[in-house]
């Protein structure tokens, strides 16, 4: 099995986020919605997204086989997000995460990738329990787990972070 697999569904493509995603990367992560909902990671230039990349993406999918991955739409190319399971110190389990660009938000894009992701986690990773955090106030993330499954669980805050987290856990019943 090798740990750089894309996944498909009907208008994406769900690719490791690589490199040559930096420029991406750099912009993804400096939209009003990432920096409001899940933090400013710092990353000011394509150069810091790349080390961003090697530090911090590379890793995880080098330990467990997934992390990530660039959601692409495969009508044109264009990179509209990312979708991802992440191994998130403070949680217990695997935590399913998204964000994408303002253009491309509200055109189903997010539960789209996350349902592949979901399936995916429990069928080709063999994950039996996913985990989603998000901030009291992104209505629309609290939704969309709950489309996707997920039941609130507890707040948390994890370590280094005085922010208080809504969690969502979906356990499967295998």
């Keep these: 099995m090798s740990i750089y697999q894309t ?15 930096a420029p991406f990367i750099f912009e993804l992560l400096n ?7 899940i933090g400013d990671r ?10 961003y990349i090697r530090s911090r993406i590379m890793p995880q999918f080098e330990k467990l086989g997934y992390g990530n991955y660039t ?7 264009a990179k509209v997000g990312n979708c ?11 935590d399913i995460g998204f964000a994408f660009l303002p253009e491309y938000e509200k055109n189903g894009y997010a539960f789209e990738a996350a349902s592949k992701l979901k399936e995916v986690a429990t069928t080709y990773f063999g994950l039996r329990q996913l985990n989603a955090i998000t901030t009291k106030d992104n209505v629309p993330s609290q939704r969309l787990l709950e489309k996707l499954g997920l039941k609130y669980s507890q707040v948390v805050k ?6 208080e987290l809504l969690l969502y856990q979906l356990t499967s019943e295998e």
């Design 7 to 21: 996944f498909e569904t009907e208008r994406l493509s769900l690719r490791p986020t690589s490199y040559k995603d």
């Design 31 to 37: 939209t009003p919605g990432w920096l409001k909902y």
């Design 42 to 51: 710092n990353v000011r230039s394509v150069k810091a997204a790349e080390e």
């Design 71 to 77: 959601v692409i739409r495969k009508s044109d190319g």
């Design 84 to 94: 991802g399971l992440y191994d998130r110190e403070g949680l217990d389990g695997i």
């Design 158 to 163: 994890l370590p280094h972070d005085d922010v």
